[in-house]
């Protein structure tokens, strides 16, 4: 009798596991379905014009609350560094303070997205704790506005094409808990280099006009 319950039980643990595996499965190609055709309507609005800076901030639009919570789109400048195009939130006081933390505390060399913009290459911080935002705190002001933002998952990634980088997109998960992980970051290499191409094309034509 023992014999059949441990029978019954692993056969009936084999089958759980089985349908788990199967879910996840399904879930995942649904999450990649979900991301091509993203792409492909993302790539739509990036070729209806040739105002750049007008498919990128539409852009920015689509990609909250879709793909992320916050999505910010910062563009090279003439002297090396970097301007604000967008930032997006669904609650315009959340965009407020965002602008706010720009103004005050803006990127420093080496640091975020000029680190990104100098180096040409992704910054991903899975997981922001409390600990990692004290670590980057300038002053205890700083940090207050940084907590306000309940960052939790953050992806910046640049703008590059014909090895020049023209800007540099990011990516937060905030209220919604979610955390990216790996297949987010390549999502965003991906979206960003389809916008690098965007940006390149109307840099292209503004310099043949």
Same mark, same amino acid.
């Given at each position: 009798l023992r014999s059949r319950l441990r029978l019954?039980?692993?056969?009936?643990?084999?089958?759980?596991?089985?349908?788990?595996?199967?879910?996840?499965?399904?879930?995942?190609?649904?999450?990649?379905?979900?991301?091509?055709?993203?792409?492909?309507?993302?790539?739509?609005?990036l070729t209806t014009s040739l105002d750049h800076e007008a498919t990128l901030a539409t852009l920015a639009g689509l990609v909250v609350p879709a793909v992320a919570d916050w999505c910010a789109i910062d563009l090279a400048d003439d002297q090396g560094g970097l301007t604000r195009l967008t930032v997006v939130h669904a609650n315009p006081a959340?965009?407020?303070?965002?602008?706010?933390?720009?103004?005050?505390?803006p990127p420093r060399p080496g640091e975020g997205t000029l680190k990104v913009l100098?180096?040409?290459?992704?910054?991903?911080?899975?997981? *922001?704790?409390?600990?990692?935002?004290?670590?980057?705190a300038r002053d205890e002001e700083h940090l207050r506005l940084l907590r306000g933002l309940a960052l939790r998952s953050?992806? *910046?990634?640049?703008?590059?094409?014909?090895?020049?980088?023209?800007?540099?997109?990011?990516?937060?998960?905030?209220?919604?808990?979610?955390?990216?992980?790996?297949?987010?970051?390549?999502?965003?290499e991906d979206l960003a280099q389809r916008a690098a191409g965007a940006v390149d094309n109307a840099l292209l034509f503004e310099a043949q006009r």
């Open positions: 019954r039980l692993r056969s009936r643990l084999r089958a759980e596991r089985v349908a788990a595996e199967l879910r996840a499965s399904e879930a995942a190609l649904r999450d990649r379905e979900a991301r091509l055709r993203f792409l492909a309507e993302a790539s739509s609005v959340k965009v407020a303070l965002a602008e706010l933390l720009h103004r005050t505390y100098a180096e040409g290459r992704s910054a991903f911080h899975p997981t *922001m704790d409390d600990a990692l935002l004290v670590s980057f953050v992806i *910046m990634v640049p703008l590059s094409m014909r090895g020049r980088v023209l800007g540099v997109l990011t990516l937060v998960m905030a209220e919604s808990q979610r955390r990216y992980d790996q297949g987010d970051l390549a999502f965003a």
